[in-house]
Nanobody, 116 residues
Framework: QVQLVESGGGLVQPGGSLKLSCAAS????????MRWYRQAPGKERELVAG???????NYADSVKGRFTISRNNARNTVYLQMNSLKPEDTAVYYC??????????WGQGTQVTVSS
């Protein structure tokens, strides 16, 4: 069955870094656009970054220059490198697999907390 399993979240001080991973299985990873979303308490889920099947990337304005999304097709894994973290980056981070004309898939989420 389809699985998206996020890992790498945790507690980090402001200015610190974390690298999230999302391991995919059960579908053809290379055919899917991969995206990271986040949802803070009391807020709507928002798009953080996306990477196409050809490696093109896009980012929310709030994370440009600090976050980097990448994918390793050989490992069926998408990553989110997060640097210069701020308290407002605190949220549950989710990965999502998208393909036009097909159903999308979500992971279960990983908590990121930025606090001193």
């Amino acid at each position: 069955q389809v699985q998206l399993v996020e890992s790498g979240g945790g507690l980090v001080q402001p200015g610190g870094s974390l690298k999230l991973s999302c391991a995919a299985s059960g579908f053809t990873f290379t055919m899917y656009v991969m995206r990271w979303y986040r949802q803070a308490p009391g807020k709507e889920r928002e798009l953080v970054a996306g990477i196409s099947t050809t490696g093109s990337t896009n980012y929310a304005d709030s994370v440009k220059g600090r976050f980097t999304i990448s994918r390793n097709n050989a490992r069926n894994t998408v990553y989110l490198q997060m640097n210069s973290l701020k308290p407002e980056d605190t949220a549950v981070y989710y990965c999502k697999a998208d393909r036009f004309g097909a159903r999308d898939y979500w992971g279960q989420g990983t908590q990121v907390t930025v606090s001193s």
